[in-house]
């Protein structure tokens, strides 16, 4: 039998397992491409035909290539489900629903909670909808079994913080890292967490394993996994930060209590 786990497949993409579930989250597949304010270098880790079946493609926001791109569209619409924010159900597909931080739903016996992210400096221009940057969404999901944190593009350490009191410990979490930078955004002020900034949140969360995303295969993603990977060492929280490679299926850390 599969032992449930993950595959990193790039950028912020990860197919993983939660309940019995097949998940993706930010599906990105396209090869590398030069989108103008944003370039890709190098292709997805898996290709899109050789994924199986997926249950439920999540995505923390619609609105930047390097978290939905042309292929990683393809994918969410081939999934059984979507879920998104209210606003990207349209572009989704029929099958999205759409969550706001705060709601949630239920899919086949996982509870998918949205929870807040801030996409760029906590103090940044707020957009008219009241966003920094854009809108973008985290999940928590919970199963008999696991509870996963996702945390879509965020920089908020407090967010993490309400996080954790609000839902306690969390078996795995899949950070989105990189210290993502682009001049003409907030003059380069990071838009994603940067290592340090992951690993602090790894101890915030009690979090048994951490998997970082959203740290290769992109030009505005300055930090990389061994950045990633020395930060977590210095803020004496390396053990729980999984290094499997791009393209190979990791394990979740069986629950010590189960
Ligand atoms: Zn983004």
């Given at each position: 039998?599969?032992?449930?786990?993950?595959?990193?497949?790039?950028?912020?993409?990860?197919?993983?397992?939660?309940?019995?579930?097949?998940?993706?989250s930010?599906?990105?597949?396209?090869?590398?491409?030069?989108?103008?304010?944003?370039?890709?270098?190098?292709?997805?880790?898996?290709?899109?035909?050789?994924?199986?079946?997926?249950?439920?493609?999540?995505?923390?926001?619609?609105?930047?290539?390097?978290?939905?791109?042309?292929?990683?569209?393809?994918?969410?619409?081939?999934?059984?489900?979507?879920?998104?924010?209210?606003?990207?159900?349209?572009?989704?597909?029929?099958?999205?629903?759409?969550?706001?931080?705060?709601?949630?739903?239920?899919?086949?016996?996982?509870?998918?909670?949205?929870?807040?992210?801030?996409?760029?400096?906590?103090?940044?221009?707020?957009?008219?909808?009241?966003?920094?940057?854009?809108?973008?969404?985290g999940f928590?999901?919970?199963?008999?079994?696991?509870?996963?944190y996702i945390s879509?593009?965020?920089?908020?350490?407090?967010?993490?913080?309400?996080?954790?009191?609000?839902?306690?410990?969390?078996?795995?979490?899949i950070?989105?890292?990189?210290?993502?930078?682009?001049?003409?955004?907030?003059?380069?002020?990071?838009?994603?967490?940067?290592?340090?900034?992951?690993?602090?949140?790894?101890?915030?969360?009690?979090?048994?394993?951490?998997?970082?995303?959203?740290?290769?295969?992109?030009?505005?993603?300055?930090?990389?996994?061994?950045?990633?990977?020395?930060?977590?060492?210095?803020?004496?929280?390396?053990?729980?930060?999984?290094?499997?490679?791009?393209?190979?299926?990791?394990?979740?850390?069986?629950?010590?209590?189960?």
């Amino acid at each position: 039998m599969h032992t449930p786990g993950f595959l990193l497949i790039g950028g912020p993409t990860v197919l993983f397992d939660c309940g019995e579930l097949r998940w993706i989250s930010d599906p990105t597949f396209d090869p590398p491409t030069d989108y103008g304010l944003l370039r890709k270098t190098q292709g997805p880790a898996v290709e899109v035909d050789d994924l199986g079946p997926i249950d439920v493609a999540l995505i923390s926001h619609h609105d930047h290539r390097d978290n939905l791109d042309t292929l990683g569209l393809h994918v969410a619409r081939g999934a059984r489900h979507a879920v998104s924010p209210h606003h990207a159900t349209a572009v989704v597909g029929e099958h999205a629903f759409g969550l706001a931080a705060g709601e949630h739903l239920v899919i086949g016996g996982v509870t998918i909670h949205a929870v807040p992210a801030i996409h760029g400096p906590e103090d940044g221009a707020r957009d008219e909808r009241g966003f920094v940057n854009c809108e973008v969404i985290g999940f928590v999901l919970e199963s008999d079994t696991q509870r996963l944190y996702i945390s879509g593009d965020n920089t908020s350490m407090d967010i993490v913080r309400d996080i954790a009191e609000r839902f306690g410990p969390c078996d795995g979490a899949i950070i989105h890292a990189g210290r993502a930078s682009v001049p003409s955004k907030f003059a380069g002020q990071p838009l994603s967490m940067t290592g340090a900034q992951a690993a602090q949140a790894a101890t915030i969360l009690r979090a048994r394993q951490v998997v970082v995303v959203h740290n290769t295969q992109w030009v505005h993603f300055t930090e990389g996994p061994d950045d990633t990977y020395r930060a977590f060492v210095e803020a004496g929280v390396g053990d729980v930060l999984d290094t499997t490679p791009l393209g190979q299926w990791g394990t979740w850390r069986p629950n010590p209590s189960d």
